[in-house]
Nanobody, 124 residues
Framework: QVQLVESGGGLVQAGGSLRLSCAASGRTFSSYVMGWFRQAPGKEREFVAA????????YYADSVKGRFTISRDNAKNTVYLRMNSLKPEDTAVYYC?????????????????WGQGTQVTVSS
């Protein structure tokens, strides 16, 4: 098993930046594909970004492509989400998630482990 703890959320003005972190403990971090998802009030949880075991491959939702960057440091057991040019519609609780294998990196059903989430609020 792996335990995930997110941090780095907060309140930011539109156009600003934040970096989220997700610290993992438990089994070998490099065994997991890592994803970031978000959930706004009244909406379903949606895919934001994912990164492969070694970090060599990254995937993004169209809504964040070019603004967000996912990265990982396997030596620190941490995955990051750098968010630039934030918009009010990015406001949500952001969750990191882990899976050892996948067929659809964008599906919540593929991920076995989830963090508790961190709130990101973007004011206009």
């Amino acid at each position: 098993q792996v335990q995930l703890v997110e941090s780095g959320g907060g309140l930011v003005q539109a156009g600003g930046s934040l970096r989220l972190s997700c610290a993992a403990s438990g089994r070998t971090f490099s065994s997991y594909v890592m994803g970031w998802f978000r959930q706004a009030p009244g909406k379903e949880r949606e895919f934001v970004a994912a990164i492969s075991w070694s970090g060599g491959s990254t995937y993004y939702a169209d809504s964040v492509k070019g603004r967000f960057t996912i990265s990982r440091d396997n030596a620190k057991n941490t995955v990051y989400l750098r968010m630039n040019s934030l918009k009010p519609e990015d406001t949500a609780v952001y969750y990191c998630a882990a899976t050892e294998d996948y067929t659809d990196y964008a599906s919540t059903y593929e991920y076995d482990y989830w963090g508790q989430g961190t709130q990101v609020t973007v004011s206009s």
